[in-house]
């Protein structure tokens, strides 16, 4: 049900788009490991695959639509912390349920599965900082050293899609999110939780996320390692 109502309130535009589901997040992400392009791209898109996909992430909350980067408000390297030895927090600046400028962490688990989030997002931030990045650059790079945008994003995901045998045809950066929620129902993760990781209710996220961590990261296990049958 949770799933359906998401599509409903989508734009008609993003009704249609497709969910990218964990296991064809898998296929992408062999793409990458295999050298789909330089190493630098190649790594920068896979913890951008991987952060939209186990964060539920918005288009917004990860590529700016705009190239002009601005620290106060854009996804910056210094977003990326360490929360635990297992562990990392993505902060976002603001998000659509929360536009106060109110932050709020975003919990990115070391997982046993093949698309376990934390090692190359870990791995990514540590070298961007060895190669002397600020803390406040853009948290993810182009080719130009420039911030990457949502139309650079969207253009080398579709790339990436065609890569894996997927027809990029209906599938947009919303696919991200959807896909996540869509893995998690799937799965037999409650629709609150998958409320509270894709922060439908700003405050369901904060009052469940106190004492609920261990909730989360036994979803994020769930939904990296389920391979759904079919699509909502």
């Known amino acids: 049900m949770l799933i359906k109502g998401l599509r409903k309130r989508e734009p008609a535009s993003l009704a249609r788009r497709l969910p990218l589901t964990s296991d064809l997040l898998s296929q992408c992400i062999s793409i990458l490991r295999s050298g789909f392009m330089s190493p630098s791209i190649d790594r920068t898109l896979e913890c951008m695959f991987l952060l939209a996909f186990f964060g539920f992430l918005r288009c917004s909350e990860l590529a700016p639509s705009t190239s ?22 993505y902060t976002l600046k603001k998000s659509k349920t929360d536009q ?12 046993n599965s093949f698309i376990s989030p934390f090692e190359p997002i870990s791995e990514y931030v540590l070298s961007r900082y060895a190669n002397n990045s600020s803390p406040q650059e853009p948290l993810f790079l182009t080719e130009n050293g420039k911030m990457a945008t949502r139309f650079w994003f969207n253009k080398h995901f579709l790339k990436v899609l065609s890569a894996s045998g997927i027809s990029p045809e209906h599938y947009s950066l ?6 996540a929620a869509t893995t998690a129902a799937s799965a037999g993760i409650s629709d609150e939780t998958i409320r509270v990781m894709g922060r ?3 405050e369901a996220y904060r009052l469940y996320i106190r004492n609920n961590l261990n909730n989360l990261l036994q979803a994020q296990a769930h939904i990296s390692s389920f391979k759904p049958l079919g699509v909502f």
């Open 100 to 111: 106060f400028g109110k932050s709020r962490p975003i919990y990115i688990f070391r997982l």
């Open 68 to 89: 002009a980067f601005n620290p106060a408000i854009h996804p910056s390297l210094s977003d990326i912390s360490a929360h635990t030895p297992d562990s990392l927090i």
């Open 174 to 179: 919303h696919s991200f999110r959807i896909g």
């Open 200 to 202: 439908w209710s700003s």
